[in-house]
């Protein structure tokens, strides 16, 4: 069964994301967008950050986050037990992220990154399967206990 995406934005990353809906569309990916659906320079980070982090811990599916920098969504959303997000710069960081930490919240900068290499990024991110490694396995078990702090 394929895994949800669930979509935020803020205004900063609203027509970066508008765009990627269509994308992953057209790839036959499934979506739900969770906010905001209008454009609108008064919204929150946050707002969306905790939305699509809430729905991916408790669906296991993804996340695809965008705000200016890249950097409060992910904040945001790491607060979320059991969300691992990244901002990877390069196709290369994508599939790391997915393959050493399994990251399951992928958030891109509506400010820096262009729609053809979010694509790219985004589209290596999604196929990239956790690689089981014994070493990640148990990185990733120190990373969980950190949340018990």
Not at 84 to 113: F, M, Q, Y
Not at 115 to 123: N, S
Not at 136 to 147: A, G, M, Q, T
Request: glycine residues 8%; positive net charge.
């Amino acid at each position: 069964m394929e895994q949800k995406i669930y979509l935020g934005a803020d205004h900063a990353g609203f027509h970066l994301k508008e765009k990627l809906k269509l994308w992953l569309t057209k790839h036959h990916f499934s979506w739900q967008d969770l906010g905001n659906e209008i454009f609108d320079v008064t919204d929150d980070y946050p707002d969306f950050a905790e939305k699509v982090a809430k729905a991916v811990v408790r669906t296991k599916g993804f996340g695809l986050l965008v705000c200016g920098s890249a950097q409060g969504m992910c904040i945001a959303a790491n607060k979320v037990k059991g969300v691992r997000a990244s901002i990877p710069t390069s196709i290369k960081e994508a599939r790391l992220t997915r393959e050493h930490n399994d990251a399951n919240i992928l958030c891109l900068s509506g400010w820096d990154v262009g729609f053809h290499k979010a694509t790219k990024v985004v589209e290596k991110f999604l196929i990239t399967q956790f690689s089981g490694e014994e070493r990640h396995v148990r990185r990733l078990e120190k990373i969980k206990n950190l949340e018990h702090i």
